[in-house]
């Protein structure tokens, strides 16, 4: 049963073309978070909800946006993809109420011409 | 945030008892540790979660000294599919739960017939 899922697995676009990264969850968890993973290197936090609380990492690109319309969704904006953007983007959720497991999706890989 | 340290690889062969160590001298003392799997184009998945001795599932055991400045992480008796990157990650929950992970650059284990 999938938990955390994200849409689509591979994506496409071209340089300066706006695109948004999708992700779901069934598990009713309070904090939602967005990371980069380029290749070869470990994830990187971009940001995270707490509920509506939106919280972003200090290096974080101002062209990496996000939006939470409610507790199951959770959109990653790029608003003008370089082709430095080309990573794997995972989304992950958590309880949040104690000291709990990151339940991470599978991963959108975001190619950029 | 504490700062981990691992091996960058590892070899092993298969039915073997494989121990990946990691090393977190600035740990809080409300960090957990928590190791994370990773497989080619794959989001992490959680593998175990302590706090302090040991902690046992049916995956993986975690070996935490008194002084929490590491932990060991051992996989009983390895198969092919155990090759994979592994994440040892510190982190504990600010007031509002959020438990922020910071990847260090994990150890990618290669399990060889």
């Known amino acids: 049963d999938a938990m955390v899922i994200q849409n689509p697995r591979y994506q496409v676009t071209q340089f300066g073309k706006p695109v948004t990264l999708s992700c779901s969850q069934t598990?009713?968890?309070?904090?939602m978070y967005w990371y980069q993973q380029k290749s070869s290197q470990a994830p990187k936090l971009l940001f995270h909800?707490?509920?509506?609380?939106?919280?972003n990492e200090a290096d974080t690109p101002d062209n990496f946006q996000s939006r939470r319309p409610n507790t199951s969704f959770c959109f990653l904006d790029i608003r003008s993809p370089g082709l430095g953007d080309a990573a794997m983007y995972l989304c992950a959720t958590s309880s949040g109420d104690s000291t709990d497991t990151q339940y991470f999706g599978p991963g959108t890989r975001l190619t950029v011409l | 945030l504490a700062k981990t340290t691992q091996p960058i690889s590892m070899d092993s062969y298969e039915g073997q008892e494989v121990n990946i160590t990691c090393s977190h001298n600035n740990i809080a003392t409300n960090d957990y540790i928590t190791w994370y799997q990773q497989f080619p184009s794959q989001g992490p998945r959680f593998i175990i979660q302590g706090y302090k001795t040991k902690v046992t599932n049916e995956v993986a055991s975690l070996f935490i000294p008194a002084d929490r400045k590491s932990s060991t992480l051992s996989l009983p008796r390895v198969s092919l599919s155990d090759t994979a990157v592994y994440y040892c990650l510190v982190g504990g929950n600010s007031d509002t739960g959020f438990q922020k992970l910071v990847f260090g650059t994990g150890t990618r284990l290669l399990v060889s017939p």
């Open positions: 909800y707490y509920d509506k609380d939106f919280n």
């Open positions: 598990l009713n968890h309070n904090v």
